[in-house]
């Protein structure tokens, strides 16, 4: 896969946006398991944190980008401008990570 930069503001430093392409997204749904998660919970929840719940967000996040840079590299993109993640619970134990941004062509200043 291209090193395809996101970035959430609206420019590149050093890098002049030649094209805007297309609106691309990466996304990805988590899955709990209700009884482990609880059990998980009760054992790693430290401080109102738990870090069972917070990996399993990273990994969404992790799968959101990925798909993101390869849409955006489908388009012949070299960077995608403004990303901003969403999360939305979709049911009970179920949470999906969206990842939206401009693909752009961009060249150096």
Same mark, same amino acid.
């Given at each position: 896969m291209a090193?395809?930069?996101i970035t959430t503001t609206d420019s590149l430093d050093g890098r002049e946006v030649t094209e805007y392409l297309d609106v691309v997204s990466g996304e990805a749904i988590i899955g709990a398991n209700v009884v482990s998660d609880i059990?998980? +919970?009760i054992r790693d929840v430290v401080g109102g944190r738990?870090?069972?719940y917070e990996k399993k967000v990273e990994k969404g996040r992790t799968e959101a980008i990925e798909d993101l840079r390869?849409?955006?590299e489908e388009r012949g993109a070299d960077a995608v401008v403004g990303a901003t993640f969403d999360y939305e619970e979709m049911g009970? +134990?179920?949470l999906w990570v969206n990842l939206s941004g401009t693909a752009v062509e961009t060249r150096s200043e």
């Open positions: 090193d395809v930069t059990a998980a +919970g738990s870090e069972s390869a849409e955006a009970e +134990g179920m």
